[in-house]
């Protein structure tokens, strides 16, 4: 359903994503993840139509993304921007699909069922500021959601909330996965949630970003925080995306130096 072939992306002579090449199918849950600078941000860009690439091309459904395409839609990280505070919770959910041409009783019933998927049915009447912000970027969830878009891009999007709601919110992004063959693509900073939510991992380098890696997850059960975390398969592969992120090559981790050098590394900005 999205095929990225020979992207590039240069910011003037800095060169910033090199030749990537990938194929998403309908229904996965692809992270991404990689250091800071990578080009994470810019790749989404580039996928959601918001910036032209330098080269190459985005395929959505067999149309050439030119421009924002209509069936998507993005979380950001910064939740605080992306709801309007004059508008109350149900209208923030309601107000993109004045798009897809729905009269005004339906685009309240879908708001209202979409809340009610992100367990916020008693917050349609309140404003965001009157939310915290765990339940605030459950709304920008439900808003994407109502959307019923086919792709849905996620930038970072637990990195403004604390741990807790973090885990919730990955369960969430679990549970609504493969709605209505619903494709998503979720960047993240964070190694053990590339695992943990993704049916595949996308491991960038940088310098200029480059595809690393694509490791498939294959985890037993439905995902679970406490038993999935434990599997040994999770343990292993979040070793190996830890140990992609950092720079180094599969096998590296015999070596002594190399493990102290890693435990060295912190790769959150
Ligand atoms: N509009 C811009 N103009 C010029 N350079 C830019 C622009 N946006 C990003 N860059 C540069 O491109 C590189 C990649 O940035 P990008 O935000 O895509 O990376 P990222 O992997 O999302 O980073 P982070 O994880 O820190 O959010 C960085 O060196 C950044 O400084």
């Keep these: ?122 917050a349609g009447t309140k404003y965001p500021w009157q939310l915290s912000g765990g339940m605030q970027q459950r709304v920008s969830i439900a808003r994407a959601l109502a959307y019923r878009p086919a792709l849905m891009l996620m930038d970072e999007p637990f990195g403004s909330v604390d741990a807790q709601t973090r885990e919730d919110l990955e369960d969430l992004v679990l549970n609504v996965r493969g709605t209505d063959g619903m494709t998503i693509l979720l960047v993240t900073h964070d190694i053990d949630e590339s695992v943990y939510v993704g049916d595949r991992v996308v491991v960038l380098g940088r310098n200029p970003g480059r595809i690393r890696a694509e490791l498939p997850v294959e985890l037993p059960g439905p995902r679970d925080q406490i038993t999935t975390r434990a599997e040994p398969e999770f343990v292993r592969l979040r070793a190996e995306v830890g140990r992609l992120v950092r720079g180094h090559t599969k096998g590296s981790e015999d070596s002594a130096a190399q493990q102290a050098e890693d435990s060295k590394v912190d790769v959150k900005p």
């Design 1 to 122: 359903m999205l095929e990225i072939s020979a992207l590039h992306h240069s910011y003037g002579d800095h060169e910033v994503l090199h030749d990537m090449n990938l194929t998403v199918a309908e229904g996965e849950l692809v992270s991404i993840v990689g250091p800071s600078g990578c080009g994470k941000s810019t790749l989404l860009r580039c996928i959601a139509g918001l910036m032209r690439p330098t080269g190459g091309k985005v395929v959505l459904n067999d149309t050439v993304i030119d421009g924002v395409p209509d069936n998507l839609a993005v979380v950001f990280q910064d939740y605080s921007r992306s709801l309007l505070p004059w508008l109350t919770v149900r209208d923030n959910v309601a107000l993109p699909l004045r798009r897809r041409g729905m009269a005004k009783k339906e685009r309240r019933a879908a708001a209202e069922e979409a809340l009610k998927s992100v367990d916020l049915s008693d």
